[in-house]
């Protein structure tokens, strides 16, 4: 059974870096997969952050500002994102997920963790 | 403001049957891109209700169901229950992945 689950640090402050990781349990980060990262705000909507495919090939919500990095370390079979910068519009539950086709639904997905911005 | 819509929030009273809509344009649900459904419950992970407009994966019930038609998607839940309280979300295609502003569902 394919299982993902974020990891990261609940706080960061302002204008620092926040680092998380999606470690993957029962597959490959190879097999044929979107690994996506997807966030959701206080009181907010669902926004999608970007991609990685099992490929190597990483994309991006347009509407973001170039702060996002998404990468994959094959070696350890998880998928990282980074925001620099961040401040307290970045505070959201911050979800990993995967999608197994071109249509891009996410079947699976992990429980979330809270990420608060704040000195 | 998403460019997806969906209101708010929607109620019913167990056992009845709620509709949720998703409207959309011309350049994404009305461009024929695939519409999907997920629900949100906290402190789990999201579940994928409904991909590819109709289509249910296994395991979720078919109290569920998806339809589309021009520039807008529904989502029908049957037979309401008290776990399906909770946070339900479109996601379509626009250049990239964009979800609606989702629909509290309450259940009274």
């Known amino acids: 059974q394919v299982q993902l689950q974020e990891s990261g640090p609940g706080l960061v402050k302002p204008s620092e870096t926040l680092s998380l990781t999606c470690p993957v349990s029962?597959?490959?980060?190879?097999?044929?997969?979107?690994w996506s990262w997807i966030r959701r705000p206080p009181g907010k909507p669902l926004e999608w952050l970007g991609y990685v495919h099992s490929s190597g090939t990483t994309v991006y919500n347009p509407s973001l500002k170039g702060r996002f990095t998404i990468s994959r370390d094959t070696s350890k079979n998880h998928f990282s994102l980074k925001v620099t910068s961040v401040t307290a519009e970045d505070t959201a539950m911050y979800y990993c997920?995967?999608?197994?086709?071109?249509?891009?639904?996410?079947?699976?997905w992990g429980r979330g963790t809270l990420v608060t911005v704040a000195s | 403001q998403s460019v997806l819509t969906q209101p708010p929030s929607v109620s019913g009273a167990p056992g009845q049957s709620v509709t949720i809509s998703c409207t959309g344009s011309s350049s994404n649900i009305g461009a024929g891109f695939a519409v999907h459904w997920y629900r949100l419950l906290p402190g789990m992970a999201p579940q994928l209700l409904i991909y590819a407009d109709d289509d249910r994966p296994s395991g979720v019930p078919d109290r569920f169901s998806g339809s589309k038609s021009g520039t807008s998607a529904s989502l029908a839940i049957t037979g309401l229950q008290a776990e399906d309280e909770a946070d339900y979300f479109c996601q379509s295609y626009d250049g990239h992945i964009i979800f609606g502003g989702g629909t509290k569902l309450t259940v009274l």
């Open positions: 029962g597959a490959s980060i190879t097999e044929y997969s979107f």
């Open positions: 997920a995967r999608a197994i086709n071109g249509a891009l639904d996410f079947g699976l």
